[in-house]
């Protein structure tokens, strides 16, 4: 059974750029959802997809966005870099809304 | 709107010593709690999640949970601490949907000394 996998592991961003990032979900997993952690907060819940629809979404602007695809596994994409946005980006995988298991996530810098 | 607290943001223990990491949150029905560890560079780990029923939860690694409704509180137990237990701990609380949007502590990092 293979676990979250994210990728890629790490990114360095330009200001006004955009970025996509990557989300394997377990085997046997249909809901993935996306957090960002700055340094030094704990993560905030940016949205969640169950059997390939937004099923949820923090505050957080409309340029972040996301998709799950008929396998499950999911992109988040992120428009209009801010230097703010600079943060490490966990994705979780679940079964029916179930218990979450978190990928290493993606550490994003945007200089 | 669901939110939670740690009051200590740092915690410094002995090996084989005692801990205890508080938590408080706010909700405003039956909430779901769970307490997670992170490594440095590393994803979230549950060690242990409390639904319903008995209000002492045990999770992996020796650690336990206490739900106490009067008090708002899940504090994070381990009656001896090892040096591998040195992380980033963290408190969260669902909302209805249990998984289905967890809010986050801003965590108590934890250092062992020998």
């Known amino acids: 059974e293979t676990g979250v996998t994210q990728s890629p592991t790490h990114l360095i961003k330009t200001r006004g750029q955009q970025v996509t990032l990557r989300c394997s979900s377990q085997?046997?997993?249909?809901?993935v959802s996306w957090y960002q952690q700055a340094l030094g907060q704990g993560p905030q819940f940016i949205f969640q997809?169950?059997?390939?629809?937004?099923?949820g979404r923090g505050n957080f602007p409309p340029r972040f966005s996301g998709l799950q695809f008929p396998n499950y596994s999911s992109e988040l994409n992120v428009n209009a870099l801010e230097l703010d946005d600079s943060a490490l980006y966990l994705c979780?995988?679940?079964?029916?809304?179930?218990?979450?298991?978190f990928g290493q996530g993606t550490r994003l810098t945007v200089v | 709107a669901q939110s939670v607290t740690q009051p200590d943001i740092h915690i410094t223990v002995s090996e084989g010593a005692s801990l205890e990491l508080r938590c408080n949150y706010s909700?405003?029905?039956?909430?779901?709690l769970f307490w997670y560890v992170q490594s440095p560079g590393q994803g979230l780990q549950l060690l242990l999640k409390?639904?319903?029923?008995?209000?002492l939860v045990q999770g992996i690694k020796g650690f336990e949970a206490e739900f106490k409704r009067s008090q708002s509180s899940f504090n994070l137990r381990k009656p001896s601490v090892h040096w591998s237990d040195a992380a980033e701990y963290f408190c969260?609380?669902?909302?209805?949907?249990?998984?289905?949007?967890?809010?986050f502590g801003t965590g108590t990092k934890l250092q062992v000394i020998p």
């Open positions: 997809y169950y059997r390939e629809e937004e099923n």
């Open positions: 409390y639904f319903s029923g008995d209000t």
């Open positions: 085997s046997g997993h249909n809901t």
């Open positions: 969260a609380v669902g909302d209805s949907g249990g998984y289905q949007k967890v809010t």
């Open positions: 909700y405003g029905a039956t909430p779901y």
């Open positions: 979780a995988s679940s079964k029916d809304r179930a218990e979450a298991f």
